[in-house]
């Protein structure tokens, strides 16, 4: 007759057999005094026994005593009880590290992965340099500094520069055109400013050059660090 969900082959469910075996377990700490602990393995026995370090093998020789001595079956009972507690400490501690390492990971992560969208602005001030002429570098002139990670350049013009529309231009030193871009220069409180984003984490530390080009008028060229 099918009563409840669970049933097992027998015809009684987990809970009856929980139940069964809970009032056995209650008979066998009653019905088996042993005050002398006659034939009794000994605690560290049972402790091997609980924590399953004994091979079963060798272990089956005392699960009869075990079973008619209420002393032992009292001790065996607590001492499973307590590894039970601490394997299942053990299998959360090794679950919350885990859980720790992926949470690292994953921040590491988001960290690496948003590097380069935070925005690094490098101030290029080129107001007191004299407005050079073609491409040629003055080799005297001191080199202008940014680092690598720089995403954003905010150049002052030299003084006296035109508003409007630049092309920009880093190239290596022997001529290669490392990142282009435009710009629109504008004109505040004196100062001719021209913004662009650049992406330099391909270049070497090294001197390079700026090139700055006002509509058809020619390159007008400073020497760059790159850190
Ligand atoms: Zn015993």
Not at 17 to 34: C, M, S
Not at 75 to 92: E, G, K, N, P
Not at 174 to 197: N, P
Not at 199 to 220: C, E, F, H, M, V
Request: aromatic share 6%.
């Amino acid at each position: 007759m099918q009563r409840e969900a669970g049933l097992n082959a027998k015809g009684y469910s987990e809970k009856d057999e929980k139940r069964i075996l809970d009032a056995l377990g209650r008979g066998l700490l009653r019905e088996f005094p042993n005050p002398d602990r006659a034939g009794c393995p000994g605690s560290a026995v049972l402790k091997r026994i609980a924590s399953h370090e004994m091979p079963l093998a060798e272990a089956e020789k005392w699960l009869d005593h075990l079973t008619s001595c209420s002393p032992c079956y009292r001790d065996f009972s607590q001492l499973q009880v307590a590894y039970q507690h601490r394997r299942t400490r053990a299998f959360l501690a090794i679950a919350a590290s885990i859980l720790i390492a992926a949470c690292l990971a994953g921040w590491a992560l988001f960290l690496r992965h948003n590097e380069p969208l935070r925005t690094q602005t490098a101030l290029l001030d080129l107001r007191n340099r004299s407005i050079p002429r073609g491409t040629e570098l003055n080799p005297s002139e001191e080199p202008l500094e940014i680092a690598r990670n720089v995403s954003h350049l905010e150049i002052y013009l030299p003084l006296g520069s035109s508003d409007g529309d630049y092309g920009i231009r880093i190239s290596g030193p022997e001529g290669k055109v490392l990142f282009v871009t435009r710009g629109i220069a504008k004109m505040q409180q004196g100062i001719t400013s021209l913004a662009a984003d650049v992406n330099l984490s391909s270049a070497r530390p090294g001197l390079y050059i700026l090139q700055l080009q006002k509509a058809d008028s020619g390159w007008t060229s400073y020497p760059l660090r790159v850190r």
